[in-house]
């Protein structure tokens, strides 16, 4: 059974750090690509950063420079450091992967393409 479970967010202040973590079950993030995507109130889902089976990650314009994401294949465990946190950052984090998909990224629109999801980790930045 495939199963994806996020923790690590909170609540942080403006110019904080926070460690998200998602433990993977049922399949390898090793021949996977992984991705963690964002939804804020009444805004889409975007894509925050996503690391292929190979190891090659990719990030979305607000992630680049302050985000960092990284795996653990021993765990089968996929990460996502944050830093510089803003209040625009505030929303749900979800972890996602698309299964048997070793070298491309998979920050599509929306998620489209994602084979599963975890229920997501709330982050909320404040001033």
């Known amino acids: 059974q495939v199963k994806l479970v996020e923790s690590g967010g909170g609540s942080v202040q403006s110019g904080g750090s926070l460690r998200l973590s998602c433990v993977a079950s049922?399949?390898?993030?090793?021949?996977?690509?992984m991705a963690w995507f964002r939804q804020a109130p009444g805004k889409e889902r975007e894509g925050v950063a996503s690391?292929?089976?190979?190891?090659?990650?990719s990030y979305g314009g607000s992630a680049k420079g302050r985000f960092t994401i990284s795996r653990d294949t021993d765990k089968n465990t996929l990460y996502l450091q944050m830093n510089g946190l803003k209040v625009e950052d505030t929303a749900m984090y979800y972890c996602?992967?698309?299964?048997?998909?070793?070298?491309?990224?998979?920050?599509?629109?929306?998620?489209?393409?994602?084979?599963?999801w975890g229920e997501g980790t709330l982050v909320t930045i404040s001033s």
């Open positions: 996602a992967a698309k299964v048997d998909y070793t070298w491309g990224t998979c920050l599509g629109p929306g998620g489209v393409g994602m084979d599963y």
């Open positions: 690391i292929s089976g190979g190891g090659r990650s």
């Open positions: 049922g399949f390898l993030t090793s021949t996977s690509c």
